[in-house]
């Protein structure tokens, strides 16, 4: 079992790098959008930005414009949008080379 | 699928329409999407060495593609847990907005906090995006239910997923995981501008579009959110202004 579980450090890892920094959002959202009325103008504004950010990821993960190939590849240098590890994203890498 | 009408019986029993939003789960296109992207997230959890236990922990706890790539990717290329919790955090304020829109469509004015904790965990682009879909067809009261069905059921098709990857590890073959990145964003566009209905929804996506090249030339590392906002607000803007008139 422990084979499956691997070290607890590592799960403590996950635990501070990656759910909480993750959820945090997700329950600020709960916190802030409690008064928030559903036919809201503010929530059309939320609504309109969220389509937006969207479109911006979706802008940044595809490979077929030249444009945003570039900005991928700066975003997986930094390590913020995309893995380091480009085995993960041949087709990126297949973009990069064209 | 074809949900039942709004005053159907079919409604009355929570179990049933837990069951019904676990059943929806087949009814989207994105299901797939989320199959291939988490056989990735799979595949690359093994291929850094870590177990199985922590890769599927991170699809039922983290639930947010990018989050846990960032996260696997930093970790496992040598990166502390402090660059890799930023990176992260980062990657997250998006889920933000969607947590705010969606709420508002799931609860009563009866609703305790306590009960939303759950489906809010669940949200994340698929989520917001199949709950502004079917959300509409559901009775209010049974909402809830509805959504916690559809949440469980796509985390299990996530988990299956994560483990088939990692099962699977680096054996996918490059053409498969090529395509994987070409239908992802695909999938996610087409699903937003189906389900855009109002002209502010529709505006923002296109402005989003056009904006995030323009705004990743300032390299602030924000980008994403940069655009997604200047647009979210000038697409609102436009909303206002028509309003107005």
């Known amino acids: 079992m422990s084979g499956f579980i691997g070290d607890w450090h590592v799960l403590l890892i996950l635990l501070l790098?990656?759910?909480?920094?993750?959820?945090?959002?997700?329950?600020?959202?709960?916190?802030?959008?409690?008064?928030?009325?559903?036919?809201?103008?503010?929530?059309?504004?939320?609504?309109?930005?969220?389509?937006?950010?969207?479109?911006?990821?979706?802008?940044?993960?595809?490979?077929?414009?030249p444009m945003p190939c570039v900005t991928a590849r700066r975003q997986r240098d930094s390590g913020l949008f995309w893995p380091r590890d480009s085995r993960f994203w041949p087709g990126l890498c297949a973009a990069k080379r064209s | 699928m074809v949900l039942p009408a709004l005053d159907s019986p079919g409604w009355r029993h929570t179990t049933t329409t837990f069951l019904l939003g676990v059943r929806a789960v087949g009814s989207t296109i994105l299901t797939l999407v989320l199959f291939a992207t988490y056989l990735g997230i799979g595949a690359l959890a093994h291929d850094s060495n870590f177990s199985m236990g922590w890769a599927l922990a991170?699809?039922?706890?983290?639930?947010?593609?990018?989050?846990?790539?960032?996260?696997?990717?930093?970790?496992?290329?040598?990166?502390?847990?402090?660059?890799?919790?930023?990176?992260?955090?980062?990657?997250?304020?998006?889920?933000?907005?969607?947590?705010?829109?969606?709420?508002?469509?799931?609860?009563?004015?009866?609703?305790?906090?306590?009960?939303?904790?759950?489906?809010?965990?669940?949200?994340?682009?698929?989520?917001?995006?199949?709950?502004?879909?079917?959300?509409?067809?559901?009775?209010?009261?049974?909402?809830?239910?509805?959504?916690?069905?559809?949440?469980?059921?796509?985390?299990?098709?996530?988990?299956?997923?994560?483990?088939?990857?990692?099962?699977?590890?680096?054996?996918?073959?490059?053409?498969l995981a090529a395509g994987i990145l070409l239908l992802t964003p695909l999938a996610f566009l087409f699903s937003t501008a189906r389900n855009s209905r109002q002209l502010v929804d529709r505006l923002a996506l296109l402005l989003g579009l056009a904006l995030f090249p323009i705004m990743s030339m300032l390299h602030t590392g924000v980008d994403i959110l940069l655009s997604g906002l200047t647009a979210g607000t000038l697409a609102y803007g436009v909303h206002w202004w028509r309003e107005q008139r």
């Open chain 2, 58 to 175: 991170g699809t039922l706890f983290v639930w947010a593609g990018p989050a846990q790539i960032i996260l696997i990717s930093t970790l496992g290329t040598g990166g502390t847990a402090v660059q890799a919790a930023i990176a992260v955090t980062l990657s997250a304020i998006r889920l933000f907005p969607m947590v705010v829109a969606v709420l508002p469509m799931i609860r009563t004015p009866q609703t305790p906090l306590r009960k939303l904790v759950l489906p809010a965990h669940f949200i994340a682009v698929t989520m917001w995006i199949e709950c502004s879909r079917m959300l509409p067809a559901v009775p209010r009261e049974q909402r809830l239910a509805f959504a916690n069905g559809l949440g469980v059921g796509l985390v299990s098709v996530c988990l299956v997923a994560t483990a088939a990857g990692y099962v699977l590890s680096a054996n996918l073959p490059e053409l």
């Open chain 1, 17 to 65: 790098a990656g759910i909480l920094p993750n959820e945090i959002w997700r329950v600020f959202g709960l916190l802030f959008g409690r008064g928030i009325d559903e036919g809201s103008e503010l929530l059309v504004w939320v609504r309109a930005s969220a389509t937006a950010i969207l479109a911006g990821v979706i802008r940044a993960c595809w490979p077929v414009f």
